[in-house]
């Protein structure tokens, strides 16, 4: 079963070559957002496949692939195919040294082997199949996470279009400067606990961790970084008083 580990990676390395060409064809490298939740689904179901069909495994790739869907939809339809390139893609690569498509190909296979770890979670599901009383808060974190972040995003969404030029701090986003990140997040904490009873289960953890490793020391920081530069003195505030992730009440 092991070497079911070698195959998603093939796959993930392959694809993330696709959406670089994609990309570059399209001269728009926010579409390897859209590649990741893709990339998280498919390399979910390849290690689920070998779980025997019962309901917890029915219910797992279930919640994954409504989270997937959602989030590669919304990008895709609030982000592509509107032709919007994101600032973070071009903050990154403005210092680069070597070819900035060059530099694309090498970001986007990092991404995919950060999906590899990520999605890594759901051996451990398949290797535990079965229902156990930990599975209920799994539940519940997977979907208060994938509700969160739904409503985090319309929110997020009506603002810009609404409000653009003032800081988004009204509901999830009052509490945390980036609510999306932190249901995301925790819908991923979510699958880590469906996993913890299998056999080095405790190694599903890895998943939540890495992303939360990235979000608060890649992800974040690059994001911030650009509304200052559009914000200012207004995002310096809202830095002050708002929590960077966890959702809390202001300072």
């Known amino acids: 079963m092991y070497n079911i580990f070698f195959w998603v990676f093939i796959y993930i390395t392959v694809q993330m070559l696709i959406v670089w060409v994609i990309a570059k064809t399209m001269e728009n490298p926010s579409v390897v957002d859209v590649a990741w939740p893709c990339?998280?689904?498919?390399?979910?179901?390849?290690?689920?496949?070998?779980?025997p069909i019962n309901l917890k495994i029915i219910l797992v790739a279930s919640i994954l692939?409504?989270?997937?869907?959602?989030?590669?939809s919304h990008l895709f339809f609030s982000r592509i195919k509107k032709g919007i390139v994101d600032k973070r893609y071009l903050n990154l690569s403005k210092n680069w040294q070597i070819g900035q498509w060059i530099g694309f190909l090498f970001h986007f296979q990092l991404q995919g082997w950060l999906i590899f770890i990520v999605s890594s979670v759901f051996f451990f599901i398949s290797s535990s199949p079965y229902f156990y009383s930990t599975d209920c808060l799994g539940i519940i974190?997977?979907?208060t996470g994938m509700l969160g972040e739904k409503i985090s995003d319309n929110q997020l969404l009506?603002?810009?279009q609404t409000q653009s030029n003032q800081i988004c701090n009204a509901g999830l986003w009052y509490f945390s400067r980036?609510?999306?990140y932190f249901f995301d997040w925790l819908?991923?904490?979510g699958f880590a606990i469906f996993g913890i009873r299998?056999?080095?289960?405790?190694l599903s953890l890895l998943s939540p961790l890495t992303l939360y490793f990235i979000m608060l020391k890649v992800t974040i920081p690059i994001t911030e970084q650009g509304s200052?530069?559009?914000?200012?003195?207004l995002y310096l505030r809202y830095q002050q008083n708002t929590s960077k992730f966890f959702p809390w009440f202001k300072k």
Do not use: Q
């Open 187 to 189: 819908t991923w904490l």
């Open 39 to 51: 990339g998280l689904v498919i390399a979910g179901f390849m290690y689920l496949c070998f779980a």
């Open 178 to 180: 980036h609510p999306n």
């Open 228 to 233: 200052i530069e559009s914000k200012k003195d």
């Open 65 to 72: 692939l409504i989270w997937g869907l959602r989030l590669a």
């Open 141 to 143: 974190c997977c979907l």
């Open 158 to 160: 009506k603002h810009r």
């Open 198 to 202: 299998a056999k080095y289960g405790w």
